[in-house]
């Protein structure tokens, strides 16, 4: 089974600053994929970014990128120029592939971005 | 497209007594899932099912039952409610491309309280 770990409950930042969240998972498989979901107060989950295991580069989307670590099984989530709208839970979750698509989830980190 | 729906969107529940939550797809998705989250933590899988007529155990799936008669609906249905069923219960749902899973739409989730 696997397991994935936030270890961050919560991180505050300001406008327009950096802020990283990080993920560490456990598994024994070699194929997966990671992602990284934020759910804002309205309480939608919204795909924020992913990464495919085999993959060496890392994914960006925009002002989210990731840096992914296969031998260290570390996922962490960068959000740059931090915008009011980023305050939200992000959860780091882990697929393996050819497992139907089953999501395991990490607690979550609340970001809270500040004027 | 209105992607995934739940009904309702808020309800309370006596101990003991019995619901189901509807989930509705209208993109054609095969895959069909149901999470709980919990006050804190992240999303954990009750039930999921890969097609019509095709259901299988999650990682809490105690105290509900699923069924899939056709592509679109994955209903939850809640027997004999206790307070630890208290929680926001999220569908989702994935296409199934080239063999591969790919990223899970969300629903915008159900709040469920039992007293």
């Known amino acids: 089974a696997q397991t994935v770990t936030q270890s961050q409950p919560e991180m505050s930042v300001q406008e327009a600053e950096t802020v990283t969240l990080s993920c560490t998972y456990d598994t024994s498989e070699n194929n997966y994929y990671l992602f990284w979901y934020k759910q804002p107060p309205s309480r939608q989950m919204i795909l924020v970014i992913r990464?495919?295991?085999?993959?060496?580069q890392n994914a960006t989307e925009n002002r989210f990128s990731v840096n992914f670590q296969k031998a260290a099984k570390s996922f962490s989530l960068k959000i740059s120029d931090s915008q009011l709208g980023d305050t939200a839970m992000y959860f780091c979750?882990?697929?393996?592939?050819?497992?139907?698509?089953?999501?395991?989830f990490g607690a979550g980190t609340q970001v809270v971005v500040t004027p | 497209n209105a992607g995934v729906t739940q009904t309702p969107k808020f309800r309370i529940l006596k101990i003991g007594q019995s619901m189901t939550l509807q989930c509705t797809q209208d993109?054609?998705?095969?895959?069909m899932y149901w999470y709980r989250q919990d006050p804190g933590m992240g999303l954990k899988l009750i039930y999921y099912?890969?097609?019509?007529?095709?259901?299988d155990k999650g990682e809490v799936p105690n105290g509900y039952n699923v069924s899939r008669s056709t592509t679109e609906d994955f209903p939850l249905r809640l027997e004999l409610a206790a307070p630890s069923q208290t929680s926001v219960y999220f569908c989702a749902s994935s296409p199934r491309l080239a063999g591969l899973v790919y990223e899970q739409y969300f629903g915008p989730g159900t709040r469920l309280t039992v007293t």
């Open positions: 993109m054609n998705h095969n895959y």
């Open positions: 099912s890969v097609g019509a007529g095709i259901t």
């Open positions: 979750a882990f697929m393996k592939q050819g497992g139907w698509g089953k999501l395991q």
């Open positions: 990464q495919e295991a085999y993959k060496q």
